[in-house]
């Protein structure tokens, strides 16, 4: 690995960043949120028999965002490997604050009317 990829990588580690250093088809990568530093290198994909439709539906896409098809490609991947886990309606819940009473939730009732059958 080249000097200049070690120093990136103890100044990133340095700042607090959260990673992993391991080697992986013969590079030292740091892994870690959202990141991953190889040495020099630019990954490449090749993906094989895709249906016409996924094919057009990409193109389709692209266009409306208004990038080619590899760029839309590496955009979704992106997106879809990337993202961060959306919160749980647990953990929505549980950031609520603590303040109120039952009583603010209370809807005022009418009394129920009598009905002949």
């Not at 950031?95 to 009905?115: E, N, T």
Request: charged share 30%.
């Amino acid at each position: 690995m080249g000097q200049g990829l070690l120093e990136i990588l103890d100044a990133v580690e340095a700042g607090g960043y959260l990673g992993v250093r391991q080697r992986i088809d013969d590079q030292e990568v740091l892994i870690g949120p959202g990141n991953a530093i190889i040495d020099s290198i630019v990954a490449q994909l090749i993906v094989r028999n895709i249906d016409t439709e996924v094919v057009r539906a990409l193109k389709l896409r692209a266009a409306r965002h208004g990038r080619s098809a590899e760029a839309e490609h590496r955009e979704i991947l992106r997106e879809v490997l990337l993202r961060r886990p959306e919160p749980s309606l647990k953990e929505h819940l549980l950031r609520m604050p603590d303040v109120g009473d039952d009583g603010d939730f209370l809807v005022p009732r009418l009394p129920a009317r009598r009905v002949d059958l």
